[in-house]
């Protein structure tokens, strides 16, 4: 298990009661509803933050790729459109 420190923060009291009702429903503890919150929270922000790296390297790299005619003929005359 690992080490863990104790922080401080400031919640406005309905935060606060969602946080109990959820720990006193899941039958655990604040801390633990707190925690689990954050890892989701910033799980997701990193995914976004990866997904939105990821468009823009798509952009930039079909920015690079300049039209190739030749190519597009080859496609359409061994796959024509129905």
């Known amino acids: ?3 863990s420190v104790t ?3 400031r919640l ?3 935060l606060r009661r969602r946080v109990e009702r ?3 429903k899941a039958g655990c503890g604040r801390n633990r509803v707190i925690v689990k919150a954050l ?3 910033l799980r997701e922000d990193e995914q976004a933050s990866y ?3 990821a468009r823009h390297q798509s952009r930039m790299a079909a ?3 300049a039209p190739d005619a030749s190519w597009d003929q080859t496609v359409e005359s061994d796959f024509p459109r129905p």
Do not use: G, I, N, W
Request: avoid cysteine; charged fraction near 45%.
């Open 1 to 3: 298990m690992q080490k």
């Open 7 to 9: 922080t401080s923060v």
């Open 12 to 14: 406005p009291r309905e």
């Open 22 to 24: 959820k720990a006193a």
């Open 39 to 41: 890892e989701f929270y």
């Open 51 to 53: 997904e939105t790296e």
């Open 63 to 65: 920015k690079l790729d």
